[in-house]
């Protein structure tokens, strides 16, 4: 007998085992002793709008019965060694994912990525913290798992016409992350986690007879009339095969240069613009949670979203929330020496002293008139710029511009800043020299509203450290709605983040599935 349950649980009974056991049986009327009883919880969310926190908890109790798994996948990996390859360009999400399809399909990928494996990486990053050295190969951006790698792991995604959410969360389940992401209806797996998680996906890639190659950049195409034929390294390798899955990432400046420089359509794309956010974790806390300044055991770091549309020179922008990391950290971005750019990310129990998001506005090109000489490449020199003057004045090396938050909107330079998570640290200075009027003011409006929206979130005990502009692809790679190759190039699937079709860790896993299923049912299974 299986039956089913919607519960309405406190924090502690929800996350106590023992505790949710005695209450889903009581609830569903079974005795406590009875044999051979199984309870699980199969969707949990908090539920904040309350004077208390309340955690909703869909359950499943077996009497007598077998539970099925909470995982139903199961691999069905060909050997691929001797196949026909296909040739992927960027290790992130999109390339991983795409590479596990092709292999699932009977054909072998051929995995290039310009940066390191994921643990050879980490001695980059510490460069960037420690030393303010950016390899432009290999940095929170560019190495194996592409920046999803050193990240808060988010896997929520509203994106569901491109694939199967859920399978890709049984596949990254399959390969070491917590079956809690099946569970939880914001799930997220750490920055601690993902590397080995990275790890395995890619040995998983290697055992069925895929390549993968490190250090490995593409700069020139094979192109034989108007199809797309392989790629060429750095180092003149010429790499062949039925087709190109390219999924470089939205920082992949070079190669929507290349793009363009082969004539090779691409097109200028809106794109975010903003500052990271940094409180102290227990202030947001007491915020959402109406707890004080101890939200207690059982409930998870709170995070915010945030949305306000304002008005500046007679035009509407969106100012957002976006990548909101919970007892997280702020780290530096940068692809290349001589700009500065701030992410976020957080471990896997978010237990980090301070709470970051990042704020920004929406730019549309139409903003951006100094910059139309630059055709489909528009947006992009303008974000380099913005990034390129933001390291200058956080003194040309990795150290951030920042201010306090009411500060800024009463343009003072902060007399003093606050503790922070960015480790290659901050200098003071006045945020609306670094910023575009038009990104500035509607910050400043924005800040406002959210502090009515959540009260205490606009307080100088917080700051703005800057810039967060990597929000998603200045590019987009046009391609067909339904083949999903490129519009122009024959053999050529614009894929992930970097083309500007998907925006986060899943959708872009999704994205890599179909450009491999698309490319295969084109040119290989015919």
Not at 111 to 120: F, M, P, S, T, Y
């Given at each position: 007998m299986k039956k089913e349950l919607q519960l309405t649980l406190a924090p502690e009974v929800a996350y106590i085992p023992e505790l949710f056991k005695e209450v889903a049986l009581r609830t569903a009327q079974i005795p406590s002793d009875k044999d051979q009883v199984f309870v699980r919880q199969v969707k949990r969310s908090i539920d904040a709008r309350g004077r208390n926190v309340k955690i909703n908890v869909q359950a499943e109790i077996f009497v007598n019965?077998?539970?099925?798994?909470?995982?139903?996948?199961?691999?069905?990996?060909?050997?691929?060694?001797?196949?026909?390859?296909?040739?992927?360009?960027?290790?992130g999400p999109a390339g991983l994912f795409a590479a596990l399809r092709a292999i699932e399909l009977g054909i072998k990928p051929i995995?290039?990525?310009?940066?390191?494996?994921?643990?050879?990486?980490?001695?980059?990053?510490?460069?960037?913290?420690k030393e303010h050295l950016v390899n432009p190969d290999s940095n929170y951006c560019?190495?194996?798992?592409?920046?999803?790698?050193?990240?808060?792991?988010?896997?929520?995604?509203?994106s569901k016409k491109r694939g199967d959410v859920r399978r890709i969360m049984e596949i990254l389940v399959a390969h070491g992350a917590t079956e809690e992401i099946l569970v939880d209806a914001h799930p997220h797996i750490g920055t601690n986690k993902l590397p080995k998680l990275v790890e395995d996906l890619r040995e998983t890639i290697l055992a069925f007879g895929g390549e993968v190659l490190f250090d490995t950049r593409v700069e020139d195409f094979v192109l034989e009339g108007n199809e797309l034929k392989g790629v060429i390294t750095q180092n003149g390798d010429k790499i062949l095969g039925e087709g190109v899955i390219l999924a470089t990432g939205h920082s992949a400046r070079d190669?929507?240069?290349?793009?363009?420089?082969?004539?090779?359509?691409?097109?200028?794309?809106?794109?975010?613009?903003?500052?990271?956010?940094?409180?102290?974790?227990?202030?947001?806390?007491s915020i959402q949670y109406k707890c004080g300044l101890?939200?207690?055991?059982?409930?998870?770091?709170?995070?915010?979203?945030?949305?306000?549309?304002?008005?500046?020179?007679?035009?509407?922008?969106?100012?957002?929330?976006f990548c909101m990391c919970p007892g997280g950290f702020i780290v530096p971005a940068a692809t290349s020496p001589g700009e500065l750019v701030v992410n976020?990310?957080?471990?896997?129990?978010?237990?980090?002293?301070?709470?970051?998001?990042?704020?920004?506005?929406?730019?549309?090109?139409?903003?951006?008139?100094?910059?139309?000489?630059?055709?489909?490449?528009?947006?992009?020199?303008?974000?380099?710029?913005?990034?390129?003057?933001?390291?200058?004045?956080?003194?040309?090396?990795?150290v951030a511009p920042a201010q306090r938050m009411v500060d800024f909107v009463e343009q003072k330079v902060s007399t003093k800043l606050l503790d922070t998570s960015y480790q290659?640290?901050?200098?003071?200075v006045d945020m609306n020299?670094?910023?575009?009027?038009?990104?500035?003011?509607?910050?400043?409006?924005?800040?406002?509203?959210?502090?009515?929206?959540?009260?205490?979130?606009?307080?100088?005990?917080?700051?703005?450290?800057?810039?967060?502009?990597?929000?998603?692809?200045?590019?987009?790679?046009?391609?067909?709605?339904?083949?999903?190759?490129?519009?122009?190039?024959?053999?050529?699937?614009?894929?992930?983040?970097?083309?500007?079709?998907?925006?986060?860790?899943?959708?872009?896993?999704?994205?890599g599935e179909r450009c491999a299923e698309k490319l295969i049912e084109a040119y290989v299974r015919r």
């Open positions: 019965e077998t539970p099925g798994a909470l995982l139903d996948y199961e691999p069905s990996y060909k050997n691929v060694h001797q196949s026909d390859p296909i040739v992927i360009v960027g290790a995995l290039i990525e310009r940066g390191k494996d994921v643990r050879a990486r980490r001695r980059d990053l510490a460069a960037i913290n560019f190495g194996e798992g592409g920046a999803g790698t050193y990240s808060d792991g988010k896997l929520y995604t509203r190669i929507f240069e290349l793009l363009q420089r082969k004539q090779i359509v691409i097109e200028a794309k809106p794109f975010a613009l903003g500052v990271r956010i940094e409180h102290s974790q227990n202030l947001i806390d101890d939200r207690g055991p059982y409930l998870p770091a709170s995070a915010y979203s945030l949305v306000q549309q304002t008005a500046f020179n007679k035009k509407q922008r969106g100012v957002f929330s976020g990310m957080s471990p896997s129990r978010r237990d980090g002293k301070f709470a970051n998001s990042g704020i920004v506005v929406s730019v549309e090109l139409e903003d951006l008139p100094k910059y139309r000489k630059f055709g489909p490449l528009a947006a992009m020199h303008f974000q380099a710029d913005i990034e390129q003057k933001a390291w200058a004045m956080g003194g040309k090396s990795q290659p640290g901050l200098n003071s020299e670094v910023l575009p009027d038009f990104i500035s003011a509607r910050l400043a409006m924005a800040f406002k509203s959210f502090g009515q929206k959540m009260k205490g979130y606009y307080t100088n005990d917080s700051q703005l450290i800057g810039v967060e502009s990597r929000t998603s692809s200045p590019v987009r790679i046009p391609r067909d709605r339904e083949s999903f190759e490129h519009v122009q190039i024959k053999r050529l699937y614009p894929c992930g983040e970097g083309a500007g079709y998907a925006g986060g860790i899943v959708s872009a896993a999704m994205d």
